[in-house]
């Protein structure tokens, strides 16, 4: 196979996990923003993202979030998705947004609360059977406001005998995926604030459980492909949740803010030989000004051209360079791929594979927007403030 061959070879198998909630409604704490044509259940929804795979051809499973895609019958739901040419992909739980979690929920001082919680994720493991899902991807809102508010390390002891417990419920092939975030909605202490603490509650739990790099969920400055490259070394990168941010946890488009981030992590999971299966790429981003199904497609059609980047770096002219510590024709060979205009190679590789190679503007002329605009009256909101 030639080099480019190979190039387009990988850039066909490579599938973006699209998110239940990004189809709906969403907002800040100021105000939700309602858009014509917008699910009104979590079939809908399913709708829609075949529709993104459709003009893709790249994004192939939808992830859920139990309780925003509660349905009576989650096989049916699966039939339901494959019948549309997608299948469901992780589950994610909410262990936040019940009163009884204003303390926390898994690292609640109450052990009654911390049951509840471990029974929610219990039952989201019991969806995934139903489901065929994977994964089960954790994020926790635990925390403190105020130093002396709990106790951080016994925090951190019910954190592990909760997941524990979950892990020790996984059948075979499923994963427990474990998301940190930096601060949010706990401003003093976060139970599971950084890459490093993830870490250590996952490989203490065992193969099954692995850590999920949300692109939004660091400090400013952070270099998430030196993350990105550790996780892969110490084969603990279960997943992504790409989307961008100029200030906190913004779920914007990927790649939108800085693409050249997003090129650096792809190159990172490109030389650490995560662009397959075993790295779950999904997206985690909320629309709430822009046209959604569109701003989705947008979105995998930036992990693809940051994919195809990273993909086109000449390694062996990269390896010459930092061997013989030549510093800037290192840094030249990295820039020559990032400013490589991949978007007629992506074209290609679109028709190619029969798709047309504008899926926005394929998408725009297939009168979908419209359809659902008159079909579908009173839109779902994602969930939060709901
Ligand atoms: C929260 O900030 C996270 O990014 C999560 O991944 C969250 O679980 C997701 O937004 C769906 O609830
Ligand atoms: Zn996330
Ligand atoms: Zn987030």
Known sequence: MTELAAVKAALKTQAVETPSWAYANSGTRFKVFAQAGVPRNPREKLDDAAKVHEFTGAAPTVALHIPWDKVDDYAALAQYARERGVTLGAINSNTFQDDDYRLG????????VRRKAVDHLLECVDIMDATGSRDLKLWFADGTNYPGQDDIRERQDR??????????????????????????????????????????????????????????????????????????????????????????????????ADPFQLFRIMYEVVRGGGLGPGVAFMLDQCHNIEAKIPAIIRSVMNVQEATAKALLVDRDALVAAQRSGDVLEANAVLMDAYNTDVRPLLAEVRQEVGLDPDPIAAYRRSGWAEKIAVERVGGQQAGWGA
């Open 105 to 112: 929920s898994i690292c609640h001082p109450d052990p009654g």
């Open 159 to 256: 954190l592990a005998e909760g997941l524990a417990e979950v892990y020790g419920r996984l059948g075979d092939g499923q994963r427990m995926l474990l998301e940190y975030k930096l601060f949010e909605p706990a401003f003093y202490s976060t139970d599971v604030p950084d890459w490093g603490t993830a870490y250590a509650h996952c490989l203490r739990l065992g193969e099954k459980a692995q850590v999920v790099v949300d692109t939004g969920h660091h400090a400013p400055g952070t270099n998430i492909e030196f993350i990105v490259a550790t996780l892969l070394r110490e084969r603990k990168l279960g997943g992504f949740d790409f989307n961008s941010r100029f200030y906190a946890d913004d779920d914007l488009m990927v790649g939108a």
